[in-house]
């Protein structure tokens, strides 16, 4: 068996983490590298940086973090946000990133998920799905940071994801996200059920409960947390040995 | 100094990285005749067989690999190039380097709820508790595993470890001077750097 992955997400802009962990004892407020050694010592399974800059100066930045990170952080770490071609997906491998994750250009440009498999292995791959509840047991999946509708249903783009070499699956449910009301359930179950490769679940975390509910309601493999993490509502022992106490398999 | 293999796939700079956290010097073999000039050899992967493979053959670096190897060099292979080291990978066609004799097989599981790839943290079983590249580390502990593929060695008196994933499989190898394993232990934290530690110490080798 696999332990259930506990991921912290942190939001880079122009290099410097923004929202990120809400305590004193960093020396230096944003250094994303303070951030990810902090969380790989508290037991973190892994990191996800999500790159919020908006321009490509910025974005040119996060090559170095990543570089900076990977010479002391030794946990998988994953980056997403802006990633369009071959070549971004190169750089960030190269510079120490062990997966990336792909959303709007993996719309736009499928075969991005199968060129990018094909060079670098399903492993690194990961394809994110933001995905809003349009009717019963139906899901529309949006792009651009969820602003764009794109008439594909969720656990079909899933299916296609797979098919063409994505090798896990970052689900947000837009409806949940940033609410901390619970994780849409049925959402993470449709997509889990319906593919073999991993399902991270992401969105509307606020309770202990609501964890390990997607976990063994949702059959998610991994659970990826940004604020209750950040502002230390719940730290990662925490959540660890409370699923643990569920039945759930942790890396304590 | 300790060459790392650079075959153009991979995530080579975490394994520098880390190898560099154990307080060793490394350097890049790039190509065949730089085999000789390592103390220890790290073949490092994660990518397709097929592509791995064409990378060692492209660069020269087979022939001098398997010599250096056979000499007594210490070697250790990491997931991908720990399945290289095989005869044949159901993953694609090329010949693996042969070193050890067996297969690569992929993931053919009949637990559902058993996703593929086998992605994250899983535990690795000693065959003998006491081996000392598991010197502080003991038994049943969490290592990161990204792998669709598992090797089947002929020989199983060469297995040292395995980790339980729907089958059992041999997910640490010790033959000789070689070492493989399927986790990566650039990628498992303070354990994962023991790991390394233990195999740059070479206290094993004894």
Known sequence: MAAIRIIPCLDVKDGKVVKGVHFENLREAGDPVEHASFYSRENADEIVFLDISATIEGRKTMVDVVKRVSEVVFIPMTVGGGIKSLQDIEDLLKSGADKISINTAAVRNPELIEEGAKKFGSQCIIVAIDAKRAGKNKWEVYIESGKTPTGFEAVEWAKKVQKLGAGEILLTSIDMDGTQKGYDIELTRSVSESVSIPVIASGGAGTLEHMA??????????????????????????????????GIEVRL | MVGIINYGAGNIR??????????KKVFLIERGSDIKKSDIIVLPGVGAFDDGMKGLSLKGIIGPLVEEIDKGKPFLGICLGFQMLFSHSEEGDSKGLGIIKGEVKRFKLKNKKLKVPHMGWSRVKLSEPDNPLFFNIGDNNYFYFAHSYYVQPDDISVVAGTTEYGIEFASFIKKDNIVGVQFHPEKSGELGIKFLKNFLEGIWLQ
């Open chain 1, 213 to 246: 509910d997607v976990i063994i309601k949702g059959k998610a493999s991994a659970v990826l947390l940004a604020s209750l993490l950040h502002f230390r509502k719940y730290t990662i022992s925490q959540i660890k040995e409370f699923l643990k106490n569920k």
């Open chain 2, 14 to 23: 975490s394994v520098c990285s880390s190898i560099i956290a154990c307080g």
